[in-house]
């Protein structure tokens, strides 16, 4: 899912490994973070400790998702974690319950990341496994260097955009700014800047 989280409150019930991982994706990303759990793994811990996100120790009750945008259940519990997703269906707040796609508003997918660059892979909950696995298949095709390809296009594009040419030309050169040859040819400039 791709939404602005800066700033926004996100509830994760649950404090365990998986927990963590979740919030390991939130994180970048600048929300308000509350964990509600009894008790937690090391890494929740000590961003707790680091006030990164705040943990209240004791168990989930429906008042905790009052006010809050977006809730991710991931506790071991089947029952606790229906019990998140009935209490934000009930106060129209987007819930995610781990593997449990009946209690799901939306699916996390599985993300390659390269800068400004995201390739996300959902198979709506049916199999995480595959969409892990294609994640890291699409990880080895699209090398660190697509980071810098991306904000090289980025400053292109404000250029052209910034310039009086009429909005068709700017479509007709954006699109060969993006073609397979213009990646081949950024590469080698690259690497032969580097060798330099």
């Given amino acids: 899912m791709m939404v602005n989280l800066a700033g926004r409150k996100c509830l994760v019930v649950g404090a365990g490994k998986i927990a963590a991982e979740k919030i390991a994706g939130l994180m970048p990303h600048g ?3 509350t964990v509600v759990s009894p008790r937690a793994v090391a890494e929740i811990r000590k961003q707790a400790r680091a006030r990164k996100l705040k943990w209240i120790r004791r168990e989930f009750s429906a008042k905790d998702v009052k006010g809050v945008f977006l809730v991710i259940a ?16 009930k106060n129209g707040i987007l819930c995610n319950a781990v593997d449990d796609p009946e209690n799901c508003d939306f699916f996390y997918p599985a993300v390659v990341r390269r800068g ?4 996300a892979i959902s198979t709506n909950g049916l199999s995480p496994a595959l969409a892990s696995r294609l994640r890291k298949e699409l990880e080895q095709q699209f090398g660190p260097e697509w980071k810098d390809w991306v904000e090289h296009l980025g400053a292109a594009r404000r250029k052209l955009l910034a310039g009086r040419k009429p909005a068709n030309q700017h479509r007709e050169q954006l699109l060969q700014m993006v073609a ?6 950024f590469i080698r400039m690259r690497k032969s800047k580097a060798r330099t």
């Fill in 116 to 119: 400004a660059l995201q390739i």
């Fill in 74 to 89: 991931a506790t071991n519990s089947n029952a606790v974690n229906a019990a998140v997703f009935r209490a934000c269906k």
């Fill in 31 to 33: 929300p308000e973070i």
């Fill in 180 to 185: 397979p040859r213009a990646f081949r040819d």
